[in-house]
Structures are given as C-alpha cells and as structure tokens.
C-alpha cells in the first residue's frame, strides 16, 4: 500500500505548496475508519482509497479532491458520518465525498443499459462540482484495473456499465487517455476472446513487417532533425478496443496502419508545430481531408493540437498529432485539466461550475465533426431541462416532466401501484403527495390494497398516464354518481343546442363514439373523460351554434347521406382542395381517402361501398392534421427557427417526434393542423427554403386496411 509519505511526495511534486498536514490527517482519519476491512483480494480496503488518490494525483489534482479520494468511502461503508467528515475537513469536502457517495448509490445494472445516457446526464447534472466526477472515475478506473478478484458474475456487471457509462462519461470530459483505459479494461471482461484475437493479429503484424512504431518514429526524428526542429516523437499503438471498435464500425480488416498505431509530435512553441507539419507534409504525402487544426480552433474542452494522416512509400497510412507540451498535457487530463493546481494559487473554489453551463458551452465553437456527440449532449440536456430523473428503490430511472408529484411517479411505475398509493418516501422520508419531485431523488410508494384514487388527486398529478389512469379508476368506483353528473352535463350540453337529450339520442351518442351503452357513454361525460359537445355532435353534426358556425367540421364534405359522419383516413390525409373518395364503413360513417391513395386498392371489388365526395368549396377552419417528415442539420436553434415558420404560416404544431437522430442530422416527424392543400404546399416551400432544412415530405402511409365490416 502506498504510504502516506509517498503520496504526500506525489502531489508536492506538482504542487509544492500543498498543505501536507491535511493530506497527513485524511490518510490516518480514512485508514482507522477502514480498519478491520479487506477488499476481496485479501488487501486492507484502504489500499483502495490510497490508490484513487494517487490516480487523481496523475491529473495533478487539488488538495480537497485528493483529500476527498481517500474519504470517498467513509460516508458510505464506515461509521464516519458527514458531520465528522465536515468537522474534521471542512464543508467543502464534506460536499465532495457526499457527491461521489450519491453517484456510489445510484446503482447502475447491467439490463438498464438501454438508460446509459439518461444516467450520463444525470451524473452530469447530480454533480454540481465535476471534481466529483473526477473522483468518481478515478474510483472506476481502480476497481476496473483491480476487477480480476470479483466473482465473474460482478466482474461482467461492472465492465457492462464502465462501457457504457464511465468510458463515455471520461471521453465527454476530454480523458481521452481514461476512455481507452476503461473500456479496454471493460472489453477484456465482456469479449477476451475478441482482445485476444486483436492482439494475435498484432504479433503477427509485427513478425511480418518488424517495429513499425520504431521504423517511422525513427525516420520522423530524422526528418524534424533534419529541418532544425527539436521535437519529440510518440508513436503507440491504440488499445484493442479502439481497433476492434473501428473494425465493426468501417466492416474492415485489421490492414491499415492508421487504425492501429498513432504517433505524437511535441514541439517546444506554437510556431514549431507548423513548421513540423510542413516537414511532415514535405517527405510523405498528405491524405486529402484529414487535415483538423484545432491550435487555431480549439475544441471546447480545450483540446489543441493538428491532426493528419499520411500516407509512405508503400501506401501505409499513419494519423499524427502536432502539439506543444503545454497543449499536450491538456489533451491527456482534459476537463480536468482547467482546473488543477496550479502555482500555489486559487481562487474561493474553482471547480465549482455548474456542469449543465459547462456542457452547453460546447456548443458555441461547434463545428468541427469530433464535437458533434458533445453537442447533441448538449442538445439532450436542454431539451430535458423540463424533465426530472428520479429513482426506484431498486435502483431504476424513472424519467418525469418537471413539476411532477409522487402521484405521477407512481403511475409511472405500474397503474395498479398508482391506484394503491397511499404514501410516498422521498429520500427516506414521509412526504405529503403534492411535493414536487427533484433530480436523483429515491422515491419509494406506500400501497394498500383495496385502495382507490382520491379526486383530489387530479389536481397533484401532472402526467396525461397518471390523470387518464385516475379518472378511469375514479369512474369505476363511483359510477353510479358519475352516470348521474353526466346525466346532468349531457341535459345541459343539448338544451344548449335546443334539442332533447332523450334515451334514443344518448343511445345514438354512445353508438357513433362506439361506447357499449349510454351508461359508458354518461360516465365518461361525468368523469370529463369526454365533453357535452362530444356527445352533442355524436349525434347532430351538422349543427350550428348561435352565431351559425358550424359546429363541427363535418358538413366540410358533399356528398354524405343526412347523419352520415366522415372522417379523414389516417393513411393519406386528404385536405381540401385534394382529390376524394369515401369508403362506407358500417358502424363507422365514412372514411375519405384521397383518390390516388393506394390504400384503395383493398376495396376495388367493392364498388357497392365507394362514395362519391367533394370538399365544400368555401374557406376550411385549419383543423385537418397532415404528418411532415422533415430531415434538418443537426445546428442549433433550427428546431426553434422552424416551429417559428410553421406558427408564421398559420398552422399549428399537434405533435412532433424524432424517428432519427444522427450525429449530422435529425430527422423528425410533425404533425400540422392545416386547412387546405394550398396552405400545406406554401408550408412545405417555406421549410424548404431554410438552410438547414434538408427534406420535407409529406407522409403518406401505405397503410394496412381493414377490409372487414362492409
Ligand atoms: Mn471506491
């Protein structure tokens, strides 16, 4: 185990003003905490802490993060409480070894992969001070580097979730040299014989065509040397996984050289790595489009460095990267990088940034193709930004709109845990059913049976589930008084129109909204499940109200038999001004299609049930829904500019949903209210005109027809 002295003499190293007493004091406070306790190996579990802190130390970390690594453990596995912590450390630390504590507890399995990014950006948002994060990996980084003692079973959970979570996490904050780490480790557990087949192919590499690594390091030297240009030489091969990674991405072999070894030049100044480029470019040739500069456009993180690739004599590409020490040692600690120690100075707490700040600063030098998954991370995160991630107790995310309760949350689960809830556990603690849930909180259901949803809770639920699920609920337990309330509204609903609301009309009603029974239909009129107008126009659509408006839409079509109802098919969406035909459907009305929709073709040998519409010719109020599939550059504020530009041409958005989203590229579905096919083609040419727009189509299903029921 490391002593204390030597890890004292690793942070001195980078820091020399550091207080050693403090780092002195948490070795001993964290060594007779963890007394008497072992890790599986057979090591004293301190050992572990000592390790993290050293790791930490590599990155050239602050005393409090060094402090908080070997604490990280106390809160959570010793009787140390954070009061103790606090008192003996300070609140600063104290925050931190709650913070890492918190991401401990999250418990992450393996069958919730499909959530690896909900939990990224909940670590993201958790962590208001990323040095949390930063312990966070180092403490993943050991367990991995150590994972050979767990039980097997263990061993494929951890790797599972370091390849999905802790790697991409480390790449996000710019550890490019801990992403490798991790998920090579991570892939040695979950695909050995992958790894190792990797490696034979290496060997064999080798014994063919001898050092390569050797051979142009050698001639690079020789050439920078050559031009008076001191200069070091890096090359390496990449990890397994990088090149496995690469080979299932690009379907190739293991044959070029510039997906195997890469090879680093470091410059003395700025103006060096130019003048290497030059040399470089000069003796092999450069590889058309691989050129980046990112010294004079860095990357977000801070990365700065030139990238290319060239090709030698017998065509065999190699990548190299040109940078200066500087530029260098931010590229390997990234993120973190910003904020370690340096010369003896801070300021209050420098760390402590607010992560969802920083990830959306990525986007504002975006351009560059390596950027794009930071800035969808970036985009994700503002879109949820109305969204709140909470926690079952067994670990689960359970992802709810901002403002949601316990009520929602238990819906969210199981209608049945919803219908039984009687109580909820936020953190541990009793809460009433109205409070507002937050970001990482465990919330925890208290059931009863034979329990039933209150009314009151109508107004705490916020999510469509958990209110359509009570109101159904609340109608079954109390249908007789919601038959008797709708009984009332339905009365009411028609005298307003000047008609009856008799037995025949109810039954009417309840036929054409295909309901079993004017009851069904009064209870779910009493429940709000449907409004008085429903039911009025059920049965009277073609009424006018007292300024003599049409009541419904319905009489927009020519050519129905009187009480014949219409409605629009779902496979082509006709809009006036298009084309028509009906479709007679018994028990259903008629069914318009527009003429050139294939869905037709199901009913040619049914003559006896096309008929013949036309659109009235007069102005349509704009309520006829037409899906738009649009494929937009993935830039941001395009998503805004073209809600702006539907809303300017006078339709309204129903609903929106994205079927795709790459990195360059999104591709999403809207539906718009529309009234006529003019307004739709003026629509359709104002997108297109948007630079970032690359598509606009007009979804037209070829939809599966119910030929049944003539
Ligand atoms: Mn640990």
């Known amino acids: 185990m490391i002593s204390a002295d030597a890890l004292i003499a690793l942070v001195r190293d980078y820091n020399p003003k550091t207080n050693v007493d403090r780092i002195a004091a948490a070795y001993d406070f964290g060594r007779a905490m963890h007394d008497g306790q072992f890790r599986r190996s057979g090591e004293p579990y301190f050992s572990h802490p000592v390790e993290v802190a050293a790791i930490l130390t590599e990155q050239q970390l602050d005393d409090a993060t060094i402090i908080t690594a070997l604490l990280h453990d106390t809160i959570e596995d010793t009787d140390a409480s954070y009061g103790a912590v606090a008192d003996k450390f300070g609140d600063e630390v104290a925050m931190l070894v709650d913070g890492v504590t918190k991401l401990t507890n999250l418990q992450l399995s393996s069958h919730e992969t499909k959530q690896a990014e909900n939990f990224r950006k909940l670590f993201m948002a958790m962590s208001r001070d990323l040095r949390v994060i930063l312990v966070k990996l180092a403490d993943r980084l050991h367990n991995m580097r150590t994972i050979r003692s767990m039980a097997a079973e263990k061993q494929v959970q951890k790797a599972r979730e370091t390849m999905d979570i802790y790697a991409p996490l480390a790449g996000r904050m710019g550890m490019q040299w801990m992403r490798e780490e991790l998920e090579d480790l991570s892939f040695r557990v979950l695909n050995p014989e992958g790894r190792q087949s990797i490696i034979r192919r290496f060997i064999t590499l080798q014994k063919e065509s001898g050092d390569v690594i050797e051979r142009i390091t050698g001639d690079m030297k020789h050439e920078l040397a050559k031009a008076g240009i001191t200069a070091e030489v890096l090359g390496r091969a990449k990890k397994p996984y990088s090149i496995w990674r690469k080979m299932e991405e690009k379907g190739q072999g293991f044959s070029r050289l510039s997906d195997i070894y890469g ?124 969204q709140v991630f909470c926690f079952s107790p067994k670990g689960d995310v359970v992802k709810l709109p901002r403002g949601a309760t316990p009520i929602d949350y238990a819906y969210a689960i199981h209608t049945r845990i919803g219908s039984a809830c009687v109580g909820a556990k936020v953190d541990g603690l009793r809460v009433p059913l109205w409070t507002r849930l937050k ?12 329990q039933t949803p209150q009314v009151s809770w109508l107004d705490i639920a916020t999510t469509g589930k958990a209110r359509t699920a009570i109101r159904r609920a609340l109608r079954e337990v109390d249908r007789e008084r919601f038959i008797k309330l709708g009984r009332e509204l339905a009365r009411s609903a028609f005298e307003h129109v000047g008609r009856k609301s008799t037995d025949k009309a109810l039954s009417t009603a309840a036929k054409h909204l295909r309901l079993k029974s004017p009851d069904e239909l009064l209870a779910r009129l009493g429940s709000a499940e449907l409004t008085g107008h429903d039911v009025v126009q059920a049965v009277y659509p073609d009424l006018t109200n007292k300024d003599g408006e049409k009541v419904s839409p319905r009489r927009a079509v020519i050519g129905l038999s009187p009480g014949q109802s ?53 102005t349509h109020p704009a309520v006829y829904g037409v899906t738009l599939e649009l494929t937009i550059c993935n830039d941001a504020g395009v998503l ?68 049944s029921a003539g």
Not at 445 to 450: H, L, P, Q, R, Y
Not at 580 to 595: E, N, P
Not at 599 to 608: F, N
Request: hydrophobic letters at 35%; one cysteine or more.
């Open 263 to 386: 090879f680093r030049i470091i410059t003395s100044n700025e103006e060096d790595c130019y003048r290497a480029l030059g040399t470089i470019h000069q003796r092999w040739s450069a590889v058309p489009d691989r050129f980046k500069d990112y010294i004079s456009q860095p990357k977000t993180n801070g990365y700065r460095s030139i990238h290319t690739t060239v090709s030698g004599r017998d065509g065999k590409r190699v990548e190299v990267q040109i940078r200066t020490r500087p530029m260098h040692d931010v590229a390997e600690t990234g993120v973190a990088a910003h904020w370690s120690y340096r010369d003896g100075v801070r300021s209050n707490n420098p760390f402590a940034v607010d992560p969802v700040k920083w990830v959306a600063g990525l986007t504002e030098q975006f351009d560059a193709e390596e950027d794009h998954e930071d800035f969808l991370e970036a985009v994700k995160l503002e879109m949820y930004a109305d």
């Open 640 to 707: 805004g500019r073209i809600c702006t530009l539907i809303g300017e041409k006078k339709a309204n958005i129903n609903d929106m949903e994205f079927i795709d989203r790459k990195p360059d590229y999104f591709r999403l579905r809207v539906n718009v209210e529309l009234r006529d096919v003019e307004q739709l083609h003026s629509l359709m040419l104002t997108l297109e005109a948007d630079s970032d727009v690359a598509a606009v189509d007009r979804l037209r299903e070829k939809a599966k027809h119910p030929v």
């Open 439 to 450: 970001n990482g909180q465990s919330v925890e259901i208290i059931i009863a049976e034979g």
């Open 566 to 618: 219409f409605e629009r098919a779902a496979c082509c969406q006709p809009l006036p001004g298009e084309r028509i035909i009906g479709i007679t459907f018994r028990g259903k009305g008629v069914v318009v299609h527009a003429i050139d929709c294939d869905g037709l073709g199901a009913y040619e040998d049914m003559p006896e049930r096309w008929v013949d519409l036309n659109w009235h010719s007069g």
